[in-house]
């Protein structure tokens, strides 16, 4: 079993920045491909970012925001820039040991989830 736990989410102003980190606990997931969904109030958890060897993210965040790993520290990172009002949500991490790229954005191909952190971009 796999445990996943976010944190750095927070309050910031539209424009600024978060790192946001997720520990993994278990078992290394050095070779899964790992992933950040969201999910605002009264919305469905949407996909944002995902990795194995290659990276993959949703049209609204490229450019602003980066997905990585430290395989070392068996954690995963999203480094959130110019934060924008619509990026308020509860951002979950999500692992999957056989997830394919053509499936990242389907959340029930993930086996493992974090519990979420709150971000919060006031304007």
């Known amino acids: 079993q796999v445990q996943l736990v976010e944190s750095g989410g927070g309050l910031v102003q539209a424009g600024g920045s978060l790192r946001l980190s997720c520990a993994a606990s278990g078992r290394a997931i050095g070779t899964y491909a790992v992933a950040w969904f969201r999910q605002a109030p009264g919305k469905e958890r949407e996909f944002v970012a995902a990795m194995r060897w290659s990276t993959l993210y949703v049209d609204s965040v490229k450019g602003r925001f980066t997905i990585s790993r430290d395989n070392a520290q068996n954690t995963v990172y999203l480094q959130m820039n110019s934060l924008k009002p619509r990026d308020t949500a509860v951002y979950y991490c999500?692992?999957?040991?056989?997830?394919?790229?053509?499936?990242?954005?389907?959340?029930?191909?993930?086996?493992?989830w974090g519990q979420g952190t709150q971000v919060t971009v006031s304007s």
């Open positions: 999500a692992a999957g040991r056989t997830v394919q790229t053509d499936y990242y954005r389907d959340v029930s191909n993930w086996d493992y």
